[in-house]
């Protein structure tokens, strides 16, 4: 039996060896492609896009101006504040966020999780929110929930000059106000820099170094004084609420220099919630067109001085109180029979009045009008200033131009009528009114009335206080007063005029050396319409504390407000009482505090008070402190005269 020769087996390892080599090859020449085409071909791609993850555009802004008053006191300001926004798609439970974030922002949580749109990479949920608010957020740590820095604007001291200051949006752009008017010149500017950061977003250099502080806006400061912008302020809310008028406003100018030192309307308005306060922020004061009533007649009898028309002892029949013109009966609200034109002044008749302007004639009363600054915008930079509304005097009936002589019929602004009369205390030169001492002096004084017209006038304004005028509550012991009340009939939308009223009272202080012009207006007072009642005791109210803080009145009875120093501000410091603790059931206790903090709280609450006494300070009040908030919105304060 043969045996079968067998074959060696074959070695299958060389062939293992081969195999593993060419992959091992391929895989060489893979990596080494793959690195040619990320390091050649996608090289200066991934390089730019590695530079956008760590070379980031960095925007530096500065902060807007401040708003200060002529003596430092800051009146609006720029903090940083904090705001919420959501990265939806980082949300873990958008319901948990909604209902987390409405709980701490005081907002409905459905409404909050219907902003927050999944599609979307960014939501703002709310800016610009407290910081109680801002640490809750932060202590809760919901994933796609952050907080942002932004600068938001401040009023420190709340109401005061509101309206005039105005508000700005929630991009910090100006909306009303000064902040309106000199937004550009407040707002900051920016600048855009390249930072390098690191991996968890860390600064570490930049290609320039930008300073936030070099971006700020610039300051601007105001002629207001903040002390007598509060005396102004609780004077015209003591004769609103007594008086029971619907507005009212008032000016303080400090007459050598035409500064003006307070600027007020009322209701107040604190720019810190204009959400809660809207239309209170209307400026009265630049845009509100009225008829001037009697104040005017000093204005018109100037004119008919300068034109020789008449002089101060010049009589006119009065008609016993009664008058026709054109079909057009005038009347006086006493039966007068003949008055000199300084009586006519000083018992403020409309008859005599008309007789001089008639006298006069139209073009020469609308010539003296346009150079008083009466038929123009005054000039301020505030938005909307009203130019008044004096037809030119081609247009004047004989009865239009009789109504024109004693305040009718014609249409101005308090801001107008202050000029005006800074005219008649600055010896017949008209002088421009100043609002911010940033500017210049302004020029352009003009010479409208001889110094001999001027203060033949100002005798005749003396003697409606002094004497037996119509502006006798504005005496003050020891100081010389000129002054003029007004009332007048405002026109009725049917035609005509109805039975409401505008009462002033216009007054400079003191009247043999004028430094102080203050004037105060109330819209529709009830119970009473007469000025020389209802507004010059507030009026004179003022006076003394401008004297007494100036040292021109030595230490009166009746001072409300005593000098506290011999610094160069016009009204001493009035006492800050301690901060009224405000329940939401219980009426406060305002025992002690001003009027104007009590009456700030009780707006706020929608109650309009009544006010007994004289005074700034609160006494006692009906309900009192601790008794429910009243249903029907009927609050009575009594005030003390000196606040020690």
């Not at 019929?409 to 009369?421: K, N, S």
């Not at 012991?477 to 109805?498: F, I, M």
């Not at 309009?608 to 009906?622: D, F, L, M």
Request: net charge positive.
């Amino acid at each position: 039996m043969s045996r079968t020769a067998q074959k060696p087996p074959k070695d299958r390892s060389r062939g293992k060896i081969v195999f593993v080599g060419v992959l091992f090859a391929l895989a060489i020449m893979g990596l080494w492609a793959r690195a040619y085409y990320v390091q050649v071909i996608k090289g200066p791609e991934y390089a730019k896009m590695a530079n956008r993850q760590y070379w980031v555009a960095e925007t530096v802004s500065g902060k807007r101006g401040q708003i200060l008053d002529r003596n430092g006191l800051l009146l609006a300001k720029t903090i940083t504040t904090q705001s919420v926004y959501v990265r939806p798609h980082e949300m873990v439970d958008r319901w948990a966020v909604a209902s987390q974030l409405g709980k701490i922002l005081g907002r409905n949580p459905q409404a909050v999780a219907a902003s927050l749109d999944p599609k979307k990479r960014f939501v703002w949920v709310d800016r610009k929110i407290s910081d109680a608010q801002a640490q809750a957020i932060r202590e809760e740590n919901m994933p796609g929930v952050y907080l942002d820095a932004e600068n938001s604007r401040q009023y420190p001291q709340g109401h005061m000059a509101g309206q005039l200051l105005g508000f700005v949006n929630v991009d910090g752009q100006g909306i009303e106000g000064l902040e309106k008017s000199f937004n550009d010149y407040l707002a900051p500017s920016s600048a855009k820099y390249i930072v390098q950061k690191d991996a968890a977003g860390n600064r570490l250099s930049s290609s320039e170094k930008g300073d936030a502080e070099s971006f700020d806006g610039q300051d601007l400061r105001l002629t207001i004084d903040a002390q007598v912008q509060l005396a102004l302020e609780e004077a015209l809310a003591r004769s609103v609420l007594k008086s029971r008028s619907k507005t009212g406003m008032g000016l303080v100018v400090d007459i050598p220099s035409g500064d003006i030192l307070a600027w007020g309307n009322y209701p107040l308005f604190n720019p810190n919630v204009v959400k809660k306060t809207a239309g209170e922020w209307k400026n009265r004061l630049a845009v509100d067109i009225f008829e001037p009533g009697s104040t005017l007649k000093p204005i018109m009898v100037a004119a008919a001085l300068q034109e020789n028309i008449c002089t101060p002892t010049t009589k006119y029949f009065c008609e016993n109180g009664k008058w026709k013109v054109g079909g057009k009966r005038i009347k006086d609200t006493h039966d007068y029979d003949k008055l000199t034109v300084s009586e006519i002044i000083r018992y403020s008749s409309n008859i005599g009045s008309a007789k001089i302007g008639l006298a006069l004639g139209a073009p020469a009363l609308h010539r003296y009008f346009e150079q008083v600054g009466l038929v123009r915008p005054v000039g301020l930079p505030l938005p909307g200033e009203s130019a008044g509304l004096v037809r030119p005097p081609g247009q004047w009936t004989q009865i239009d131009l009789a109504n024109a002589a004693f305040g009718q019929g014609v249409g101005v602004t308090m801001l107008q009528m202050a000029e005006a009369y800074l005219c008649l205390a600055n010896d017949g030169v008209r002088r421009p009114l100043r609002l911010t001492c940033t500017s210049e002096p302004p020029t352009g004084e003009q010479r409208v009335f001889s110094t001999e017209v001027s203060r033949s006038v100002m005798a005749m304004l003396e003697e409606v206080v002094q004497m037996d005028g119509t502006g006798t509550r504005a005496r003050i012991d020891g100081v010389r007063v000129a002054g003029k009340t007004g009332t007048a009939q405002k026109a009725s939308p049917t035609g005509g005029y109805g039975g409401d009223y505008i009462a002033s009272f216009f007054a400079i202080f003191p009247a043999d050396n004028p430094r102080y012009l203050v004037v105060m207006m109330v819209d529709e007072p009830q119970g009473g319409h007469y000025g020389g009642v209802i507004v010059a005791p507030e009026v004179r109210a003022i006076g003394v504390q401008l004297l007494t803080a100036s040292g021109m009145l030595s230490e009166p009875k009746e001072a409300i407000v005593r000098s506290q120093s011999s610094a160069p501000k016009y009204v001493a410091a009035v006492q800050k009482y301690e901060t009224i603790a405000v329940s939401t059931e219980n009426m406060p206790n305002f025992s002690g505090v001003t009027v104007r903090q009590a009456v700030e709280v009780l707006v706020g609450q929608g109650i309009v008070p009544k006010i007994s006494g004289h005074g700034v300070v609160i006494e006692k009040q009906k309900p009192l402190p601790g008794e429910k908030w009243p249903a029907d919105k009927r609050c009575q304060l009594w005030l003390r005269q000196d606040p020690s």
